[in-house]
């Protein structure tokens, strides 16, 4: 989280911050599953993540950059049902699901901000 402005200054918070996804998807029969698990992320200031949004780059961009792991996915599997390890690959395919890197994004820029404590 770089900023000219608070350089100068350590903020009390983690780089890091996990984001809790729970996201639904229809199967073949048009059921509907549920799939929970955390990714890992690299937490970015808001006026960094403004300059990237506003110069055009794609969430499907920005979360390639922030994400560094998962936890507990059950979605992109390898050859023998296994749930897949992390990797840009394995990354690469669940980004592919249509409308997900905007979901995971929503989650992400969601849970990584203030929010109000009622």
Do not use: H
């Not at 350089?7 to 998807?25: E, G, H």
């Not at 110069?55 to 023998?80: C, F, H, N």
């Amino acid at each position: 989280m770089s900023n000219a402005n608070v350089s100068k200054y350590k903020l009390a918070i983690s780089d890091t911050t996990i984001v809790k996804v729970n996201v639904t998807l229809k199967d073949g029969t048009g059921r509907d599953n549920q799939y929970k698990f955390d990714l890992v992320c690299k937490r970015k200031g808001a006026d960094e993540l403004k300059s990237q949004l506003d110069s055009g780059e794609s969430v499907k961009e920005i979360m390639r950059e922030v994400t560094q792991g998962w936890r507990g996915q059950r979605l992109v599997l390898e050859s023998d049902d296994a749930p897949a390890e992390f990797s840009a690959d394995a990354f690469d395919a669940m980004l592919d699901i249509a409308a997900m890197p905007t979901v995971l994004f929503n989650f992400y820029f969601k849970q990584s901000s203030a929010n109000e404590k009622n």
